[in-house]
């Protein structure tokens, strides 16, 4: 049936495809069940991280549904967890069009996309309206007119804003598309910004009602881009400051290997590509604070094998997104069924036994 509804959409430019059918999630969620039954998750795939039960580690990664307009409808596709976002305080059109391409030889996308949303404001309206339950983490940037220089103010408006909706908080300072964003990943901007970011946090916390006290993790979105040494010792230090997960990892700039006619477009290359790199990114990062805090593998998964892999490296759990552009549900559904059989293959009974059980070994890249 997917196979079908894409044909359908691909032939429409991607950025309209995109827009029609979170639309329809929005209007009709039940629509998600005709082209993929939920998945019944077996017992070994169950986690209990941040205080949250994950039925399975498959989530949806930011970017897909930015102003959260879908959620029931995307829960219904079988997701245990969804990212929305990216945020910023203010709502902006991003970038230019056209900022989406297909790379279907490369089973990839580029974006250039920029942060388009309609601003916390609204992001908060659209939690308010959800109606299935669902772990949702909120996906957090800097409006692109504000300078790093004041861009902790931005993460801390946006976190206020939907703090009592958010089970998880991401500081989002990897995207390759607003400028000058990917320097606060430098030790001396990142450090200072998730220090703030936490203690804005905490406040917020300790100002809740004692009955429902509310303090959500905050997690940082890493770069594939960064340097192996860069990478291991922001884990290190981040872990230190007390954040709470890492996400490895966001878009790459690279362009290795590619044969669609779009591979020059500048943006953010995600898919089938990145999944080498991405993989050996939670490698790195689960060698240098092993199970100090949960790693999120994100990257190229479009398999369960491909899952699989992450988790061993060191991810607890995985989010998916270009492939589910390209496989729809069925995706989450087989990722979901095909994990116990991968576990059990490797003479484990739950999956937190896999978690890092080849860490070392893919911390080598291999392309």
Known sequence: MYSFLRRVLFRLEPELAHKITLHTLSLMPSVARLFASSPSPAPQLSQTLWGYKFSHPVGLAAGLDKDGIAIDGLLACGFSFLEVGTVTPRP??????????????DEALINRMGFNNQGAASLRKNLLRRRRRGIIGVNCGRNKTTPNELAAEDYLLSMETVYPLAD????????????GLRDLQAEASLLPLAETVLRKRDELHQASN???AHRPPVL???SPDLADDALVQLAKRLTE???????????????DGLSSVHQSESGGLSGKPLRSRSTQVVSLLYQAIGQTVPIIGCGGVSSAFDAYEKICAGASL????????????????????????????????????????????????VD
């Open 168 to 179: 998880y908080i991401v500081i989002n300072v990897s995207s390759p598309n607003t400028p």
């Open 220 to 222: 940082v979105k890493l």
């Open 92 to 105: 902006q059109p991003g970038n230019a069009k056209p900022r989406l391409f297909r790379l279907r030889e």
């Open 318 to 365: 995985i989010q998916i997104y270009t492939g589910f552009i390209y496989q729809g549900p069925g995706l989450v559904r087989n990722i979901v069924e095909e994990l116990p059989k991968l576990l059990e293959r490797d003479g484990f009974d739950h999956l937190r036994q896999a978690v890092g059980c080849r860490s070392a070994e893919m911390a080598e890249r």
């Open 210 to 212: 004692a009955l429902a």
């Open 241 to 255: 400051i007390g954040i709470d997960g890492l996400i490895a990892t966001n878009t790459t700039i690279r362009r």
